[in-house]
Structures are given as structure tokens and as C-alpha cells.
């Protein structure tokens, strides 16, 4: 079972021609609200690419929590554990989306802030029953830290996406089965910029906290997977013409776990998940623009014939 705990927000897209920068106001050509959060799209891409998911999160009492409830439980994720907040609204984000396809992201957390590690620490047996315990920054940190201590304690696997990276608390990294960051990412946490960045470091950076495996992903230049004992794999994105960045990473992330879960081996499960984060770069939204295990299927047929 993959147990995913994290955020789980309403998406405020606005599409923009081009991204605000600091003192600019730009005219919206448009609206849309559609469901997301790191942690519930993480879930909802597990889910629809195949994988046993279970999710804990919170939503506030409002026809929002009631949306993003129904769009995790339509793509397959047991829901039943999910906090209902009374008298509370639920997270959203608000997404500027470029022509370009590029995006910029401001949350406000309100929900997720009940994610408290009591509430945890009530659904241990969860953690006892996972392969996968999947965890990002849009949380309190001392939740994370939680549910970190919970996998530890009954062996699941931890996989780490350390997102929003500000203020991020490196002593999260110790014993981390997986982590996924971008190259951002990458970048903060080693504190030097992405281009100077050798493998050489990232095993180094990996060897100080004992990170089992590390996968940097690229966008459309796909990803690099860092082991101790088998180097660094380098995999490829098929070229995409891109409508919408929003989720890709989460797709990528879900479509990892997802494919681990079912034990295809790694170099398998990336090329799956290049694929899939590949498909949903060609759709507007985040969850809704995920694809299926079947369309991934279809999609590798159709580059291996």
C-alpha cells in the first residue's frame, strides 16, 4: 500500500501571457478552479497509474473540501481517513499559468495546518500496513517529522519531495528511502547553483544524510537517478508540446511510487514515469490532466514499435 500524507488544496488557475514579475499587474484571459495540492495530486497520480493508495489530509467543511474529496475518491484513493475540519475553510492555491506553460504558485494553507502529528499518531496502524509513505512540504513540519518517525518505526519506505524548499529542515533527510527534488530544489538544499552541481556532490550531499536513492527531475529534459552502488542513470523525456506545467512534477513523483509498488525495477520506472509526467504537460490542470496507467501503456507501444 502507498499511504500518502500531505497537502490537499483547491487550485485558483489564472491564465496569464506571461508570468507577473515583482510590481507588475497583468490581465488574467481567464479563470478556472481545479483540484490539487502537492499531496493529493501525488495521491490522485499513484491512483490512476495503478497503485494501492491511501491518503491523510485535511479539508475544511465547504463545497471545496467536498470537490477535492470526490476528485481523489474517483481516481481510486481511499479516502475514509481524511480529516473534515469544521468551521474551516479548505487550502487553495493560486496558480498564474503562462502561454508558455510555465507557472508560478502561492498557497494559502489553512486546512492543511490541521495535519497535526496527534492526528498521525490516531492511524498508526497505516503506517505499519505501507511499502510507501509519501511526504512534501505543504504540511507542518513537525508533522512531517511524524510521519517520518512512523515509517521508520514500521519499515515503510519514505519518499520525500522536499517542496516548498524554503526554510526546509535538512535533519527531514536522514535514512530517506527516496528523494525527489527539481533541480530548484537541488540547488538549496546543496546551496550552489544547479550548473555546478557534479555527481560527485550529490553523492557526497547523499552520503551525509545515508539518502538511499535520489532522483533530480529535469522537466523536459526528464531525470537523473543517483544510487551509492549503481551511479547515476540518466533518463530522457520524449520531446512534448507543452500546455500546462502544473502537477508534472507530482505526476512524475506518483507515477515512481506507483510503478515501485508494483516492483518494475527502476531504470523501468522511470521511463513510466518520464511518460506519464510527459502525457499530463499536455493538458491544462493538474489532476485531471494526469494520466491513466492504460494511456501510458499506449504511449510506450507506440515509441517502442
Do not use: W
Not at 488544496?9 to 501571457?17: A, F, G, K, Q, R
Not at 490539487?36 to 489530509?57: E, I, S, W, Y
Not at 524554503?166 to 537541488?186: A, C, M, Q, R, W
Request: glycine share 8%.
Amino acid at each position: 500500500m502507498i499511504l500518502v500524507v500531505g497537502s490537499i488544496n483547491m487550485d485558483i488557475c489564472l491564465s496569464v501571457n506571461d508570468i507577473p514579475r515583482p510590481g507588475e499587474t497583468v490581465l488574467s484571459n481567464g479563470i478556472a478552479k481545479n483540484p490539487g495540492g502537492k499531496g493529493a495530486n501525488q495521491a490522485v497520480a499513484a491512483a490512476k497509474l495503478g497503485g494501492d493508495v491511501t491518503m491523510l489530509g485535511c479539508v475544511g467543511d465547504d463545497e471545496h473540501g467536498s470537490m477535492l474529496l470526490k476528485s481523489l475518491s474517483d481516481a481510486g484513493v481511499d479516502t475514509q481517513y481524511i480529516l473534515k475540519k469544521d468551521h474551516c475553510a479548505s487550502s487553495s492555491a493560486f496558480i498564474c499559468v503562462a502561454d508558455s506553460g510555465e507557472n508560478s504558485i502561492v498557497v494559502d494553507s489553512s486546512a492543511n495546518m490541521f495535519v497535526s502529528p496527534e492526528y498521525l499518531l490516531q492511524y498508526e496502524h497505516l503506517f505499519s500496513a505501507a511499502d510507501y509513505c509519501v511526504l512534501q512540504m505543504e504540511i507542518p513540519v513537525e508533522t512531517v517529522k511524524t510521519a517520518i518517525e512512523l515509517s521508520k518505526k514500521h519499515g515503510a519506505n519514505i519518499v520525500l519531495n522536499p517542496s516548498p524548499v524554503n526554510g526546509f529542515d535538512k535533519s527531514l533527510l536522514h535514512g530517506v528511502s527516496y528523494l525527489i527534488p527539481n533541480e530548484t530544489e537541488t540547488s538549496d538544499l546543496l546551496g550552489k547553483d544547479f550548473c555546478n552541481i557534479s555527481d560527485c556532490d550529490l553523492f557526497a550531499f547523499m552520503d551525509s544524510y545515508s539518502i538511499e536513492n535520489m532522483i533530480v527531475t529535469l522537466g523536459k529534459d526528464g531525470c537523473r537517478y543517483y544510487h551509492m552502488d549503481h551511479g547515476c542513470i540518466c533518463t530522457k523525456s520524449a520531446p512534448k508540446e507543452t500546455v500546462d506545467t502544473t502537477g508534472a512534477g507530482d505526476t512524475f513523483l506518483g507515477a515512481v511510487v506507483a510503478a515501485l509498488s508494483k516492483e518494475l525495477e527502476i531504470k523501468d520506472a522511470l521511463v513510466f514515469a518520464n511518460t506519464a509526467s510527459g502525457i499530463a504537460v499536455t493538458r491544462r490542470g493538474a489532476q485531471q490532466a494526469m494520466p491513466t496507467k492504460q494511456e501510458v501503456a499506449d504511449e510506450l507501444q507506440k515509441h517502442s514499435s
